[in-house]
């Protein structure tokens, strides 16, 4: 189970960080998502989306246990175990751990992205 | 100057906008916060509503477009950033130096969203700084700052930098070396390749040494129902994704339109001298695809990424990046210059965008130049021993350099077509293609009447974004000339609402989301339950009338004669191709604009009636028109609904 990236599919066009943004922060900004996009301009004028490939650095380096596996597998943080430590931020290579009023956040596969990303650039695989 | 600012943050609690107006003084360096007005909000909608309105209001008539008395007024509309069915776009106004009238440019990308998100839904800049400054906009940390260090730089190259000393995630609007020493027809550039290109909007920010507007937004906009918003536009995207409008214009974007518009016999070639430019498959979609695409790249929240980016190698030239050329370019800088390779009108499109000229009006006036050299109008000397020939890359950028810099003949270029008309003489302001001094926009309305109609009476001169009716043209007869005027009048209010609530209109156009969509989405997002189609096309009716108010206020009347094209558009039949023969008479013109007259409930002349502004609730505007004697005595009963609905097809 992953988010399949394309990375010349991109165009940059964020829906799928303001998507992640309503649907996990109830908010409108891209910023308050829990994936990104790095561009690339004016050269060589390309983006690239960066999410979560559910590596376990996070769950790892937490402390109080609280990134955990829901019922597929999939990691998750369980926001009243979050002591607002942000060392799973730190673990995060692709510095798609965020952290939202303190608490941690992390993509958990809603897949709200690939459902309206139309380009192919993020696939939802089961 | 972070400490003159006057905080109000309390806002207004509207839902869908940012809340706060922003007016900055470039001259004493203060900048107020206010919040923004729920009636201004509701009456005026944001984007081109709210630029039409301050600049009536606020611009003395006798004010010197480049001077310290214009506006440049920023918004982005109550859309904006606000996942709707799309809300990219971000309007630049002002009183134009190429019209001299009220003058907006719309731009896609992500600076518009950003400002949301900062809190703005409106900017406005007085006055005339002492030196280049920037504006720096960080949530509520709002600042003037040196410019020195971009002031000279091209837009892309202020652009690159000024994301580098700030960060990526600003948003940068910036003007280039034309917008600073004034070209009138200098645009606005943004997120590396879109710009607000038309009016001069550039050059009245240079005028006023404001080199770009840097911004980033942390917050959300306050959504009066998101679930609801978010069900609705996660719909729309699910059943455009499969419309087939939507593969072409993924791939090509507005580039496939070149052959199209061959086929069709309107494609402007050798400044508009005809309308079929024969090796155009050199310069269409597919060419730039094949050979230069980079990356498809889209404007904020948008699923349909018209934009190509386009990676360039010329001959003895830098390797350029480029976004385009979209439609626009690929014909007024293409056949029209005699462009027949997509690498050269790719160059030359970049050598517009980093000189921050307007490709549109840009590519047609060096046209002029083009063919004034080969009439032997304008002379090797003049071109500091250059030429100006079709098709040549280096000619091309040698006077675009002259008119930047405003050198020689150059200057008078730089001033606009019109003027450059004057000085050339023998006569050559007839094929001049523009109106009110606006160079036309790519498609020659010889082949297709209404659209020439469409030219002559828009607000901000020859600009085909607030009609474009060649489909119309061709379902109903190209050599048709009655009964189009009303489907102009209402292609005039539809199409302008989209750049009034600052979302996409392609989307509209091309992959037929409803306009009824748009206006739920507005009151999912606004809780405007009482929010109606009428209400918005009522606005767009006001503010076309206010416009023209406007234009006449400045330029004298009676309003029809500054209605008329060029002499070239109506006694020249098109010489070759699909469009062999078409050709109109100036009693077409008179037909057409008598019929158009009726529709808008203005007078014969071309002038707003008392009962027209006084339905649309501007009787100050008509008493201040009768007090200059240019208000029209109706010359038809005035209609109760203005322009009848029509919805235009690409394909």
Redesign the interface.
Known sequence: MKIQVTQ????????CR??C???KN????P??SRLKI??H???????QPVVCDQCGDCAEACPSEAIVKDDRGVLYVDGELCDECGLCVDACKPGVMMRWDGVAAKCDFCWKCT?????GALVRID | MGDALATQREGTMLKGFGGSSLRVNLRTGQVQRRPLDPAFARAWLGGRGYVCKVLYDEVPRDADPLGPLNRLVVSPGVMS???GPTGSKCCFGAVSPLTGAHGDSTVGG?FGPELK?AGYDLIVFEEIAQGPVYLFVDDDRVELRDASKYWGKGT?EA??MLKHDLG??FEIAAIGPAGESMVTFACIGH??GRQAGRCGVGAVMGSKRLKAIAVR?????P?HD?PGL?ELT?GV??RT?THPN?APW?KFGTAMFVGWSNEHGVYPTHNFQTTYFEPYAGIDGQPLVDKLL??????????M?C?K?A?VTLPEKPTI?VEGPEYETGSLCGGNCGFDKIEEVAYVNWVCDQTGIDTMSGGGFVAFGMECYEKGFITREQLEGHELRWGSVDDFEHFVDMIVHRRGIGDWFARGIVYAAGQIGHDSIRFTAQVKGQGMSGYDGRGAPAMLLSYMTADIGAHHNRSWTITMDEDLGKAVIKGKAKVVVYLQHIRPFFDVVSCCRLFWGEVDVTVEEHIEAIRLMTGWSDFTLEEAMRLSDRLWNLNRAHFLERNGGPGRKHDYPPARFYEEAVPSGPGKGARLTMEDLDVMLDEYYAARGWSRDGNPSREILEDLGLPETATRLETLDLLGPLMAPLPEVRGERYKPKAF
Request: hydrophobic letters at 30%.
């Open positions: 010349s599919a991109c165009t940059g066009c964020r829906l303001q998507v943004a309503i649907e109830g908010e409108t900004n910023r308050r790095v561009a301009f004016p050269a060589p004028g390309t983006y459902e309206v990303c139309n380009t | 950033g606000n996942f992500h998100f892309i652009e690159e990526e995630d997120d590396f937004g942390t917050r959300s906009v959504i998101l978010k996660m995207i699910k994704s939507m993924q980079v990356s498809n790249k889209a404007c904020s929240g948008c699923w990424n934009g980016y990676r990046h």
